[in-house]
Every structure is written in C-alpha cells, then in structure tokens.
C-alpha cells in the first residue's frame, strides 16, 4: 500500500480526508484506485493524455515525480501537491 497525501483542494473528493491508502506498484495504478474509490480526482491530476496536469505537482517521497508510469515501492508515499500560481 501507497500513503496519499491529498491537497486540500481535492479535499472535496475525499471526503475531507487528506491521506488515504491506495493500491498499486506504479504511480498510475495508485491515481486509478484512487479513482475507483473517488471518482474524479485521477482526472484533476493527470489529462487525458496521462501527464500530469500543469498546476499538479508529485513527489514520492521528497523526490519530483512526472512520469504517472514511475514504479512504487511498498511503502512508499505519494505527495500529490496544487501548485501556486498568481500574478
């Protein structure tokens, strides 16, 4: 199992819940059990190409993430962070 951190302004497919545990040996498996769970929220993060969208940022770990194939290891924990932006 992969621990999510969830960005607050996903809060509202959760629940209100800012950490789950999803399934998956890939970033992409973890984001579709998620969906599964929570529909909606896979397609906030990533298009409908499978990049991750502009204003999304990953981290596994204190490590950039931005390639949905990259391998997860049990354990490990999947930051999924709202970028800022304004002018």
Not at 20 to 27: D, H, S, W, Y
Not at 60 to 85: C, K, N, Q, Y
């Amino acid at each position: 199992m992969t621990r999510v951190l969830i960005p607050s302004q996903l809060h509202s497919y959760t629940g209100g819940v800012s950490a789950v545990e999803a399934e998956g040996t890939t970033i992409e498996t973890v984001l579709r059990d998620l969906d599964r769970r929570f529909p909606g929220i896979r397609f906030r993060v990533v298009d409908e190409q499978d990049r991750v969208r502009r204003h999304m940022r990953l981290f596994v770990g204190r490590e950039p993430a931005t390639d949905v194939r990259a391998a997860l290891r049990e354990g490990d924990e999947l930051l999924i962070f709202g970028a800022l932006s304004g002018g």
